[in-house]
Structures are given as structure tokens and as C-alpha cells.
């Protein structure tokens, strides 16, 4: 069973501090990963993928991908109230030609002033 | 401007009828598909197609139907044998199996 993890929250966090989201994966040769934000009653959008170990930075948002320890976490730098929504993590696992996305539950942010 | 279409955005279903959920992309992406979201929880696949005329169940198929016969739409039946059909029905495409998916807007089903 492919399955990917995350913490439901809520995640509250003041303004202008740093929000860390994780998620844990079961896949381990899991190769494409994304965050995507979701705002309540609205469909997903993209925020950022990652293919390869380490940092990718884009803005306010930095993906870290760990593949050995099969996590990756999305860090929101000066987090802004605007920001608050839940945080959808999603893996493309690579298991016998499994080759579609699985997503988390979410975890919910709340950035208060 | 680009982008994924869904209607309608809420529907009533009565008890035993059948509904469409229409989906429609310009975006020239050869893949496709249907999720559905549940209040709390994570994204499930219901089918998906890889190019025009192909369709594959997901993870939740039972009481559900596709078809796909243009590149540009992917419209979804709710058929009576789904006893349980109220949620978000979300759909999506990507350039390819393996490539970022975008979302429609979404549509919400109700039971009357």
C-alpha cells in the first residue's frame, strides 16, 4: 500500500514567522514530488515540485526533499495570513509502473496576526 | 488564456439518477483525470486517461463512469450505484502520466 503521511494540524504559526509542513512517504523509489495549496471550498493549486535531493527555493517557499530518510517538508518564510490554507502533499511513486499521483490528507495552516 | 473548465459548479443528484460532470481543458494536455475529496480528506483517484479514446479505473471506480473521446474534454458519470456520492469532485491534467497535474475548479455533488 502506497501511502503518504502528513500531520492534519492545525499548524499555527504568528505572522512573519516561518511555517515548517512535513509529509513521509512509504514508496522508496519515489521520484516526483509536489505541494500544492488548497483554500477552503477551493480546488488545489501548485506551489512548487521537487525531483532531487536537497533545497529548492521559489519566493517565500523552500522544498526539501530527504529521500533516504523518505520525507520532504515545504518551509513558508514570513508567513502571512494570506498563506493560511491546508497544504497538500503529493508523490508519484515508482512501483511497478504505478505512475500516478498519490496525496496526503493536508495539513492546515493557520497564520494569525 | 489556459486553463480547466468544470459544470456545473454545484449539483443536486436525487436518489437513483444519474449525473455528468463535464470537464473541458486547452491546455493540449494529453492526460486526464477525475479525484474525489472528501470533507477532511486527501485526494482519491476515480479514473484517469492517458490520451483520447483510453481510460484506466483508479482507486475508487465503483459506481462511476468516464469517457474520452476528445483530447479537450473528460466528462464524468455519477451513476445510481454510487450510494454515497456527496463530495468534491475535482479534475485535472498534465502534459503527460509523470507530469505536474492542474486542477478545475471543481464541482460539488449533493444528495437531495
Known amino acids: 500500500q502506497k501511502e503518504v503521511e502528513q500531520n492534519s494540524g492545525p499548524l499555527s504559526v504568528p505572522e512573519g514567522a516561518i511555517a515548517s509542513l512535513n509529509c513521509t512517504y512509504s514508496?522508496?523509489?519515489?521520484?516526483?514530488f509536489f505541494w500544492y495549496r488548497q483554500y477552503s471550498g477551493k480546488s488545489p493549486e501548485l506551489i512548487m515540485f521537487i525531483y532531487s535531493n536537497g533545497d529548492k527555493e521559489d519566493g517565500r517557499f523552500t522544498a526539501q526533499l530527504n529521500k533516504a530518510s523518505q520525507y520532504v517538508s515545504l518551509l513558508i518564510r514570513d508567513s502571512q495570513p494570506s498563506d493560511s490554507a491546508t497544504y497538500l502533499c503529493a508523490v508519484i511513486p515508482v512501483d511497478g509502473g504505478y505512475n500516478k499521483l498519490i496525496f496526503g490528507a493536508g495539513t492546515r495552516l493557520a497564520v494569525h496576526p | 488564456d489556459g486553463g480547466i473548465t468544470q459544470s456545473p459548479k454545484y449539483l443536486f443528484r436525487k436518489e437513483g439518477q444519474n449525473v455528468t460532470l463535464s470537464c473541458e481543458q486547452n491546455l493540449n494536455h494529453d492526460a486526464m483525470y477525475w479525484y474525489r475529496q472528501d470533507p477532511g480528506q486527501g485526494l482519491r483517484l476515480i479514473y484517469y486517461s492517458q490520451i483520447v479514446n483510453d481510460f484506466q479505473k483508479g482507486d475508487i471506480a465503483e459506481g462511476y463512469s468516464v469517457s474520452r473521446e476528445k483530447k479537450e474534454s473528460f466528462p464524468l458519470t455519477v451513476t445510481s450505484a454510487q450510494k454515497n456520492p456527496t463530495a468534491f469532485y475535482l479534475c485535472?491534467?498534465?502534459?503527460?502520466?509523470?507530469?505536474?497535474?492542474?486542477f478545475g475548479p471543481g464541482t460539488r455533488l449533493l444528495v437531495l
Open positions: 514508496d522508496r523509489g519515489s521520484q516526483s
Open positions: 485535472a491534467s498534465s502534459s503527460g502520466m509523470r507530469e505536474t497535474q492542474y
